[in-house]
């Protein structure tokens, strides 16, 4: 491969971790090999992948950008489940842009296309009716067709669920089938019934653990809500039903239990505040034997607080909870002549002793009635630049004060709340009515 092509592969690399405009891709690759790429794309809203992580390996040949990368899926229930006709159980993608389907002039693939334009098109397979993938589909008007889109759609929202975002998580947490919690492991699966083997490469990296952390904690209530509304249209432990173009080996096979995914979901989130929480015993370690980070997080943390000092800011009080410096705590006063005027909110910042690879975790203390805080507190919130805290505050501030945000449905971490601020104006005013009772009682 050419020196040109090896810099062209690092630019976009570069263009899709900086970028911030689209948040349901993400990329790495190991500093041994480039041309060796893993690629995370969060299934879209409004479709049965809402918000599943779904993981692909793209590997760049000799002769890139004149042909294309080979792409493998690798959410696959380790190659027993094939999550959409053109994404098959054995991580096979058909697409035209990637030369591996028939494709009408003009959709082959083209050395202007990128690594983003793969994705994008990937992405795009990951429709509200994923039916309509499969050749054909346009001939379909019999009733057992509307039947089979409709029971494929069923299916898929369990699988995304089980597959591409529980198996996963539980993995990287050490969870097991029975509940119990044992030494994390790298991997994609911890089901009884799932094969524990794994291709060699996907044990040895495995760099979205903490963003499916992260992104998990934001759309915990949206995976219940999911789990609510499908329930009562399926029996437990019923049978998935065979689509005519599924096969013997890549065919998406299974059953229906929605209560044991909910069991699942809830010790999954129990499992990584658990995690956060013991971020505070390992700073404290980590401070006591005078290690890098904690020296590190402390001189952040004074340099801050001093910045706030020298610029007046009376909006924010930030202190180390017991002194320890992989905790602090924030207090925010709502500016005047704002929606949040006269609050006062309670935050906390768990940080790792990972950081900056593991990213701080944010919960507010104080109930606020928020399209960027979660039920269960947490903020969601982008930094401009994830390795210093000073990002992460200035990006804590905004959020809380954002008024008039682009709609955006990945950030949807309060569905109730989001429903309101973007539906029409009688429901913000409704948004509006909330968010001030909750501004007056954290005065309380």
Not at 62 to 72: E, F, G, I, N
Not at 189 to 212: H, I, T, Y
Not at 387 to 416: G, K
Request: charged letters at 25%; aromatic letters at 10%; hydrophobic letters at 35%.
């Amino acid at each position: 491969m050419s020196d040109q092509a090896i810099l062209r592969i690092t630019r976009e690399i570069k263009q899709l971790q900086q970028g911030t405009a689209d948040l349901s891709l993400a990329v790495a690759c190991q500093e041994a090999d480039i041309r060796n790429i893993n690629a995370l794309i969060v299934g879209p809203p409004e479709t049965p992948y809402e918000f599943g992580f779904f993981e692909f390996n793209v590997k760049f040949g000799k002769d890139y950008p004149a042909k294309p990368p080979a792409v493998r899926a690798l959410t696959t229930n380790h190659g027993r489940c094939r999550f959409n006709p053109n994404i098959y159980s054995s991580g096979k993608v058909c697409l035209s842009i990637l030369g591996t389907w028939r494709g009408e002039r003009g959709e082959q693939w083209s050395s202007a296309q990128g690594l983003e334009s793969i994705l994008i098109s990937i992405q795009s397979l990951m429709s509200s009716n994923p039916y309509e993938n499969e050749p054909g589909y346009e001939n379909a008007k019999s009733g057992s067709d509307k039947k089979n889109m409709k029971t494929y759609v069923a299916k898929i929202r369990h699988e995304t669920l089980r597959i591409a975002v529980i198996q996963p998580l539980e993995a990287s947490l050490g969870i097991q089938p029975d509940g119990s919690i044992l030494a994390p492991q790298v991997g994609n699966g911890s089901d009884a019934d799932e094969d524990p083997l794994l291709l060699e490469d996907e044990l040895q990296f495995q760099p979205f653990v903490d963003l499916r952390k992260r992104r998990f904690l934001w759309y915990f209530e949206s995976y219940m809500n999911a789990i609510n509304a499908d329930e009562p249209n399926v029996s437990k432990n019923a049978k998935f039903e065979k689509m005519p173009f599924e096969s013997p080996g890549n065919i998406m096979d299974g059953h229906f239990n929605y209560p044991e995914l909910r069991r699942r979901l809830i010790s999954v989130k129990n499992a990584i505040i658990n995690e956060t929480w013991n971020w505070a015993m390992e700073g404290r370690d980590a401070q006591q034997h005078e290690k890098l980070i904690a020296m590190n997080l402390q001189r952040q943390y004074e340099q801050i607080v001093e910045d706030l000092k020298n610029k007046k800011n009376f909006t924010i009080n930030l202190s180390l909870v017991d002194g320890n410096s992989f905790v602090w705590s924030l207090t925010y006063f709502g500016r005047p002549m704002t929606q949040l005027d006269g609050g006062i909110f309670k935050i906390k910042i768990w940080l790792s002793p990972r950081f900056p690879d593991e990213q701080p975790r944010v919960f507010l203390q104080t109930p606020l009635f928020h399209h960027r805080v979660s039920r269960e507190g947490v903020l969601c919130y982008f930094p401009e630049r994830m390795e210093e805290m000073r990002f992460h505050i200035d990006a804590i501030v905004s959020a809380l004060e954002e008024e008039t945000p682009p709609y955006d449905p990945r950030t949807t971490v309060n569905p109730e709340a989001s429903k309101l601020f973007w539906s029409n104006p009688e429901s913000r005013k409704k948004y509006n009515r909330e968010l001030r009772k909750s501004v007056e009682r954290s005065a309380e």
